[in-house]
């Protein structure tokens, strides 16, 4: 069965840097593109960043766009986020997703690991 | 402020029925697919609803998906005291390599 596993979070301080993994399981892991989004607390999903499947393609949401880089291993079925100059405003439970594209139905997150929190405070 | 809009929240008495609306911009919702997601309480997002219509294996046929031009709906009839969670829309907005989710609508299930 598809697992997403996220480790990596914790307590921050502001401008600080960290790095989240999200070992991938069950799946061609080389198949498919690689998300992450957030989810601030008590409030909404926000979309962070993308990989392609065979990592050629990266793209990001504004507010992270310079701090945060994304980046994948195949011989480890993992995808990170490395996150720069981290702000209060990056403080959220981060999650895994799987990109699924297909012609007839489009683009969607199918499968989504549990999450890593990250808090940035003093 | 989310570029896809749902209302906050919504509300219905067990066994009724309730509709969970999405909108957005032609280059949000009118050019590409909707999917939904429901998010229980203290949980990860999980998929419900994909392309628009189209029901994940497993998912009650309680639960369907509709769009219509920026517009796109989730509808959930026969409700259950275990539905009671936040709904999500989302699409891939593919001519601009960006994701985007609407801010979610908590569902109580009176």
């Known amino acids: 069965q598809v697992q997403l596993v996220e480790s990596g979070g914790g307590v921050v301080q502001p401008g600080r840097s960290l790095r989240l993994s999200c070992a991938a399981s069950g799946f061609r892991f080389n198949d498919f593109g690689m998300h992450w989004v957030r989810q601030a607390p008590g409030k909404g999903l926000e979309w962070v960043a993308v990989?392609?499947?065979?990592?050629?393609?990266?793209h990001f949401t504004d507010s992270v766009k310079g701090r945060f880089t994304i980046s994948r291993d195949s011989s480890k079925n993992t995808v990170y986020l490395q996150m720069n100059g981290l702000k209060s405003a990056d403080t959220a439970v981060y999650y895994c997703?799987?990109?699924?594209?297909?012609?007839?139905?489009?683009?969607?997150?199918?499968?989504w690991g549990q999450g890593a929190l990250v808090t940035v405070s003093s | 402020q989310s570029v896809l809009t749902q209302p906050p929240s919504v509300s219905a008495a067990p066994g009724q029925r309730v509709t969970i609306s999405c909108s957005g911009s032609?280059?949000?919702?009118?050019?590409?697919?909707i999917s939904w997601y429901q998010q229980l309480p203290g949980t990860a997002p999980k998929l419900l609803i994909y392309?628009?219509?189209m029901r994940l294996s497993g998912v009650p046929d309680r639960f369907s998906g509709s769009k219509s031009g920026t517009s796109a709906t989730l509808d959930i009839t026969g409700l259950q005291t275990g539905d009671e969670a936040t709904y999500y829309c989302g699409t891939w907005a593919s001519s601009l390599n960006i994701g985007f989710f609407g801010g979610g609508t908590k569902l109580t299930v009176l």
């Open positions: 032609s280059s949000s919702i009118g050019d590409n697919y």
């Open positions: 392309g628009n219509n």
């Open positions: 997703a799987r990109g699924l594209k297909d012609y007839w139905t489009g683009y969607h997150w199918d499968y």
């Open positions: 990989i392609s499947y065979d990592g050629s393609e990266k």
